[in-house]
Structures are given as C-alpha cells and as structure tokens.
C-alpha cells in the first residue's frame, strides 16, 4: 500500500511519539523546523502531544496513541513527520487502530525509535512507511540539505541521493529482496512480537547510535539465535554514531557482521547515507531493492 505524494500547500502533522522537546530541550529546533516547513510552502499542523513532558516522553502512552491516530484520521494532514527519537515507540503499539491507518494511508517519516512505528504499521497494514528525519532535524544546522532530500523524494519522488554513488562492499554478492530496518537496537524490541516486519527474503538496513563493539557483538548474536541472518537476503550498515565519531578507532559494525555471519554468503554493504547526527537519505521500509556487489539501488515504487 502506498501514500500519495506531498504537493506545495499540503499539510504537514507532526506528533510526539518517543521523547519530549524537554529532554535535550530542543525547543527551538522545533522552532526552525516549523519555520523552515512552513516557509518552503506546506502548512504545518502541531499535535496536542508535541509540548507535553511525561518523564523525557511526549506525554503518556495513552496521550501519544490518540494523537498519532488523530493524524491518520485527519485527512487535512497529507504527511505525518515524528516529532523526535527516543525509547518509548514500543509503550503504545497495542493501543493502535491499525484499520483505521489502513483505512487512511499517508506518509509517515522518522528514525530512531520511530523504527518501531515503522516495522509495526507496515506489518499491520502493509503501508509503506518511510525512514528518514524526524521533525527537529530541520531545525539542526543541517536542516536546509536535510530538507532538499526531503523535497525530493515525497514531492519530486526521487530518491537519488540514495541511489547514486557506489557503497564499500564487505561482502560481495547480488541480491533482491524489500527494504526492512534501520535502527537495530530498537528493531529488537520487536523480536518475538506481532509487530516485526517479516524477513524472509528481505534486505536488512541497520544503524545504531550509542553502541560498543560488545553491544554489536551481543545483538548479532541474538539476531542469528533468533534465525534472522538465516532469512535476510543482504544487509546494509548504515552511520553508527559511537563507533565512528571519532573515527575508525572501535573495531566497526559492518566488521562484527561480517564474523558473526561467516556461516552465510549474503552480501554486506556499508554506507553514511542513514544514521543519527547526520543528514539522512529518505529509505522506504518495504519496496523492492536490489545489491549489486557495491551498489545498492531502491527499484520499486514508494508513493503514489
């Protein structure tokens, strides 16, 4: 199922669905995000939720389920933006009308936490939902280059900025498969529960953000204990924030996959495209894409 695509004068929700503005206080990337939006033409539609403090969270689980799903019904709002990352997607799942979004598919973009409202809703829906900025990151230094990605894949419906240019290759190979991901360890909340997308034959997009080679080491563990590596087609390490902040000086994610999964011949590609504290390319979670040893391209439709 896919969204239409945003128009100049559209409306855009923004809802809180993980942390607050206070935790960090972001307030005012809030503010220059909403300018920035606003000022490129698209009226911008704030929930009740995006002010509210519950403890660092957007409001409580119950406060955040009815505004996430006031956005799906409001057919004024043509794209829904998250508010922020976070820990607490996972809090209010269950409570969600999932026919109802069904019933109302729209564009729904963010990162982070957000994987978990990602891999839930197109499990339950089959909409493709969208991994890409969360609202305050127009409001960060880099909100002008985040915003032209932006304007091109869900006005322009280009995603050039993904496609074009050769990744490294750590592991050679081909494959096809649709895009499932990207944070990992909010992804694994998921393990064992109704809401994580399938990934039989599927490409893997991973990123982390506070992360050691010894965290990796334990999830890709579970991740091959639980048969997902026995599954996936391929995977793509996108930027891990700890890791290479500071330059190559931890051993690497994509360097751990590739000992954790040397029973396996699926190919491995890294990349910067997608990750925390940068510019983020857009990444559909469930369209078709294929690995063509260092190239990675997004081939299926994504809006309508």
Do not use: W
């Amino acid at each position: 199922m896919l969204a239409n695509k945003l128009n100049y004068g559209d409306t855009i929700g923004v809802v809180g669905v993980a942390n607050s503005l206070e935790l960090g206080n972001k307030y005012d990337n809030f503010k220059r995000a909403e300018e920035l939006l606003k000022n490129k033409g698209f009226k911008v539609k704030k929930a009740k939720n995006v002010l509210q403090d519950y403890y660092g969270s957007a409001g409580t689980r119950e406060q955040k389920a009815e505004e996430f799903m006031n956005m799906f019904k409001d057919d004024e709002v043509k794209a829904i933006i998250c508010l922020e990352g976070g820990e607490t997607c996972n809090t209010f799942i269950d409570l969600l009308d999932y026919e109802v979004i069904k019933k109302h598919p729209k564009i729904l973009v963010g990162y982070s936490d957000i994987t978990v409202l990602l891999h839930s809703i197109y499990r339950k829906t089959g909409l493709v939902t969208f991994s890409g900025p969360n609202f305050v990151c127009f409001g960060r230094e880099y909100g002008e280059e985040q915003y032209r990605i932006f304007e091109d894949a869900f006005v322009n419906k280009k995603l050039d900025k993904f496609n074009l240019g050769n990744k490294v290759s750590i592991r050679n190979g081909k494959a096809e498969g649709k895009t499932i991901g990207t944070n990992l360890g909010s992804m694994m909340y998921l393990l064992g529960t109704e809401y994580l997308a399938e990934m039989e034959n599927n490409i893997l997009f991973i990123e982390s953000y506070r992360t050691s080679p010894n965290e990796c080491q334990r999830r890709f563990a579970h991740l091959n204990q639980f048969g997902i590596f026995n599954k996936v087609k391929g995977i793509v390490v996108g930027y891990n924030y700890d890791l290479q902040k500071n330059g190559n000086i931890y051993p690497q994610m994509e360097d751990i996959l590739e000992e954790y999964s040397k029973e396996y011949d699926f190919p491995i590609i890294k990349c910067n495209d997608f990750g925390h504290k940068i510019v983020n390319s857009i990444i559909p979670i469930g369209v078709d894409v294929k690995i063509n040893n260092n190239k990675v391209v997004i081939i299926g439709e994504f809006l309508n």
